[in-house]
């Protein structure tokens, strides 16, 4: 099983904000957990990717992994409009291949 | 920094014409694949290439077939394109796991920019 459950709502907030973005999984086989980020018309790029249950910052980014709750978490501090983009979580799973999220889409206002 | 390469942003076709994507990418990468991304589905896998000629079937090959004769080429291909096929088309490659980045990076794919197909 490879599902993977994120909240596709359009998530607006002001610039400033910190947003927070979610994704849960069933399967406790997946053990590498990756964020990419979409900007309109354009391909999905690697944000941030992480192995561990716990935190990993980058900027003003983190990435939060909780395996017993099979649960991560993007966070974002100080938002900027150019963060505005679909966040897409992903997880590894047999064969090393990529289970995506549906994602979630970011609008920062100015 | 590795570049994927689709050679169409955007295509317009008709029904029952065969279609042919094009990806290229330029960082001797092994794996490569080929995905679909439509609004409330997500992205789904659609075949996969593990090397050279070598091709796998992922969750959705109905209608579609690839062709993988230069590593850094991979083609998807229509054989004959219906309007359920209108969608975006993306192409991703990587190194194999294991091999060059740190072992928890490189299973990130790189994509392209993605190609609108649309069939009327």
């Known amino acids: 099983q490879k599902e993977v459950e994120q909240d596709p709502g359009p998530l607006s907030v002001p610039e400033g904000a910190i947003v927070s973005l979610n994704c849960t999984y069933s399967?406790?086989?997946?053990?590498?957990f990756m964020w990419y980020r979409q900007y309109s018309r354009k391909g999905p790029e690697l944000l941030m990717y992480?192995?561990?249950?716990g935190n990993k910052e980058d900027g003003r980014f983190t990435a939060q992994v909780d395996k017993s709750s099979k649960y991560i978490s993007l966070f974002i501090r100080d938002s900027q409009p150019s963060d505005s983009a679909t966040y897409l979580c992903?997880?590894?799973?047999?064969?090393?291949?990529?289970?995506f999220g549906k994602g979630n889409q970011v609008v920062v206002i100015p | 920094d590795v570049k994927v390469t689709q050679s169409s942003r955007y295509l317009v076709k008709r029904t029952g014409e065969k279609v042919f994507l094009e990806c290229v990418q330029d960082?001797?990468?092994?794996?490569m694949f080929w995905y679909r991304q439509d609004p409330g589905l997500g992205l789904r896998l659609i075949y996969f290439?593990?090397?050279?000629?070598?091709?796998e079937k992922g969750d959705i090959p109905e209608g579609y077939s690839v062709s993988r004769e230069k590593k850094e080429r991979f083609s998807l291909i229509l054989e004959s394109a219906s309007t359920n096929q209108t969608s975006m088309y993306l192409c991703?490659?990587?190194?194999?796991?294991?091999?060059?980045?740190?072992?928890?990076?490189?299973?990130?794919?790189?994509f392209g920019s993605g190609t609108r197909l649309t069939v009327v």
């Open positions: 960082m001797d990468h092994e794996n």
């Open positions: 992903a997880m590894v799973y047999g064969n090393n291949r990529l289970a």
């Open positions: 399967n406790s086989a997946f053990q590498y």
């Open positions: 290439s593990y090397d050279v000629k070598m091709k």
């Open positions: 991703a490659s990587r190194y194999p796991p294991g091999q060059g980045l740190p072992r928890s990076s490189n299973y990130g794919y790189t």
């Open positions: 992480t192995y561990s249950s």
